[in-house]
């Protein structure tokens, strides 16, 4: 099994799952709520809190001692996406790491959203290093050990290219501080953009293209599954509706539209599970 911890502004989400062979099985989400100011912007501000919690969910046996992943949240992660000619991986990974120079020292990741003749599309991602030095010293001090680290706008990337391969598509995940939307056209990483002290309806009328489908989630379940915003959206010429999850993902938590949900089957797609099942 696999487990994923989304790290939120307010809470923590928990879930693990396993490739079958026509599909994916994921486990019940766990949902830690922390209290306001231990983690701001997907920053750990107060260490002797955010270790307790780990240590309080492992004693619990909510979270293994070994073959955690780590998702950071949106805000915590800065995105670019370029084109690139086909070439090694080592240089992919150099190309993404030229991408963040210039400020602050940066960890670096990339995915491939597209291939084709002339090259790849790649979706660039860039963390901190020092904020995720502060994830690691945390785990192990919690006695986790720590498989990888992932961003968030990464995951969400490969769960829509995965789900809805020919859609344009708005995914939207929404938590109690921002809104975070990203956009896709027939699988591939279009743009993406943070909204803070926006009303989702406002930034969804900024920001999603017309007659996309709009998928929300979120740590925030009330503003994600609102009636209201869901009506207001059919009026503006957009397809909102709640995430589903595909019938290739059996859950035992059918209902769940966290996070959480989506990054699993991120990484258990990065695992090595085909669109075809």
Known sequence: MTTILY????????????????????????????????????????????????????????????????????????????????????????????????????????????????????????????????????????GVSLRRADGAPGALARFAQWCFPEETLCLGVLEQEFCYLLQLRGGVFSSAKLYRGTEPREALRDFAEPESRVLLCGADEGRACDAALMEWGAGAGLRLSRLELPARVESENPEGRSPALICAIAALIREGVRRDG
């Open 7 to 142: 790290c939120a502004d307010r809470e923590l989400q928990i879930v693990s799952g396993a490739p079958r062979r026509d599909g994916l099985f994921l486990s019940a989400a766990h949902r830690e709520a922390l209290p306001e100011g231990i983690i701001r912007d997907g920053k750990i501000l107060d260490e002797l809190e955010f270790k307790g919690t780990l240590l309080s969910l492992r004693e619990r046996r909510l979270l293994p001692r070994g073959g955690v992943e780590l998702v950071l949240s949106p805000a915590a992660v800065e995105t670019r996406r370029i084109s690139a000619p086909r070439m090694a991986e080592r240089k992919l990974r150099q190309l993404a790491k030229n991408e963040f120079l210039g400020g602050a020292e940066h960890i670096c990741d990339y995915a491939v959203l597209a291939r084709g003749s002339g090259g790849d599309v790649l979706l660039c991602g860039g963390v901190e290093t020092e904020l995720l030095d502060g994830y690691r010293e945390a785990f192990c001090a919690a």
